[in-house]
């Protein structure tokens, strides 16, 4: 997922847990509950197909390229034998036919390689009862056609790969638009709360930043994992506490909220901190909540890594 949509991601993360964490003080108000609850269904859509999409889609292209070895190997077996009977039966129209070496084929489009393969695999059936003597039984040009079977099933599935990736990004791309509405419709009807609930009102506002978590300037970076396995965490939402844009001249508090979220491998980094003692707050479902100190100098990239406790309390 790209970085923009990771730090979009992030924000709508902070912001559900600033909701759930003072749901006494607003859930009296129905189209807030309707639009939170919008939210968090968004929220799990992201993350189903967040999965789809970071998967790694070089497998299939290796499985493939594995059998089309095995397949080669296979008519290499089965071309030594019939270039060996053409050759003493001076039969120069078959020995054209499979003229194939191992490095041509190696070259060829997919699809014109199973044709190649198939026309060895048909010769060497016209002729088996006369194969025998130069080694080449039904056994060997059976192994063949399961070869080529089984390549030929492997051949589109690095396409099909490729395309359920990229339809998972486009469906990405239209669910962080879709989660504006349910965000635009809270930040409304947070407004009208800025008075009875000005705590409320400053928080949200503070979760609602996007943080930057791009290249530039001091930072904090780290891994978290499963304290018991070593497993990295993704999905964890890491929050800071960071000094108030000098351009918030009317903020209420001096200090804003910034937010990610942990990758597939448990990475999590923001940038553009100044520089100072900061708490990082690691927050996921089933964990216990941890605080992680880091002393962040100007120009520097920090690194503050975690270890995180399953929460195995009955109410977990």
Known sequence: ?????????????????????????WNAISAMVIAFTALGTKIAEIHGVRGVQEQDTRGPAIDKGDKKLDAIKAAMRVIGGLKAFAKANKDNTLLKKIDYTRAEMKKVRDTILADQLKIVRDEANNNIGALAPYNVTATEVNALSSAIAAYEIMIPKPRVALNIRKNATEALNR????????????????????????????????????????????????ILRDKLTGAPLEGVLVSINAPQHRARTNARSATRTMTTTTNADGHYEMRRLS?????????????????????IEEGSIVEADGEMVRNTSPSA
């Not at 008075?195 to 996007?210: G, H, M, V, W």
């Open 1 to 25: 997922m790209k970085k923009h949509l990771e730090d979009k991601l992030g924000m709508a993360l902070a912001t559900e847990q600033v909701m759930n964490d003072n749901a006494a003080l």
């Open 275 to 295: 520089a100072g003692e900061y708490t990082l707050t690691m927050k996921m479902d089933g964990y216990n909540d941890l605080n992680v100190s880091a002393t």
């Open 175 to 222: 669910l962080f638009q879709e989660i504006d509405t349910p965000l635009e419709i809270m930040d409304g009807l947070i407004d009208t709360l800025e008075q009875s609930q000005p705590a409320l009102f400053e928080t949200y506002k503070n979760a609602r930043n996007i943080a930057d978590s791009g290249s530039g300037g001091s930072g904090v970076k780290g």
